[in-house]
T-cell receptor, first 116, second 118 residues
């Protein structure tokens, strides 16, 4: 069975501060995919990143960066110089590496509030 | 990636009635999934919509309550039947598909249907 844990239920930071959202996962699959999604108040799910379990390189995209550590089963997400528009619920998710034929397992989400 | 049109975007329904949600994709996709997100909660898979056959339901979800159709590779519907206030949730359609270079390992989501049952 697959499981994703996002221990931080809510985080509040002042604008321009850096913030890291934690994600720990459990799976028995040898290969798998990890994802992060953003859900703003409007409700849609915005795709941020997917990472194959073979690829442990960290990734940076503008103010966003992701740290994947297979040894600790973690896939953490950092926002640098946070902005009010970053306020949203962020979900970490996991799927088996089966060509998209299986469901995503979501964590419980972290509600991030950026204080102006 | 695929573009999904999900309708309606929101609705307020009376207890005991049914609502059908549509998910239209702009290209053929392999898999279509339906998720439920109860207020303040994470996303839970209701079922996998199978083209031309009965959907595959997750534990806790039954066909009588959530009938699903998928007549072709670009369209699916989810019906929420005999609604009660506990059905008030966001319902999301999700798809995966094969691009030009093969499966792109992406899960695309519709914009969701925000349902309130009164």
């Amino acid at each position: 069975a697959q499981k994703v844990t996002q221990a931080q239920t809510e985080i509040s930071v002042v604008e321009k501060e850096d913030v890291t959202l934690d994600c720990v996962y459990e799976t028995r699959d040898t290969t798998y995919y990890l994802f992060w999604y953003k859900q703003p108040p409007s409700g849609e799910l915005v795709f941020l990143i997917r990472r194959n379990s073979f690829d442990e390189q960290n990734e940076i995209s503008g103010r966003y960066s992701w740290n994947f550590q297979k040894s600790t089963s973690s896939f953490n997400f950092t926002i640098t110089a946070s902005q009010v528009v970053d306020s949203a619920v962020y979900f970490c998710a996991l799927s088996p590496d089966n060509f998209g034929n299986e469901k995503l397992t979501f964590g419980t989400g972290t509600r991030l509030t950026i204080i102006p | 990636s695929a573009v999904i049109s999900q309708k309606p975007s929101r609705d307020i329904c009376q207890r005991g009635t049914s609502l059908t949600i549509q998910c239209q994709v702009d290209s053929q996709v392999t898999m279509m999934f339906w998720y439920r997100q109860q207020p303040g909660q994470s996303l839970t898979l209701i079922a996998t919509a199978n083209q031309g056959s009965e959907a595959t339901y997750e534990s806790g979800f039954v066909i009588d309550k959530f009938p699903i159709s998928r007549p072709n590779l670009t369209f699916s519907t989810l019906t929420v039947s005999n609604m009660s206030p506990e059905d008030s949730s966001i319902y999301l359609c999700s798809v995966t598909g094969t691009g030009v270079e093969g499966w792109d390992y992406g899960y695309t989501f519709g914009s969701g249907t925000r349902l309130t049952v009164v």
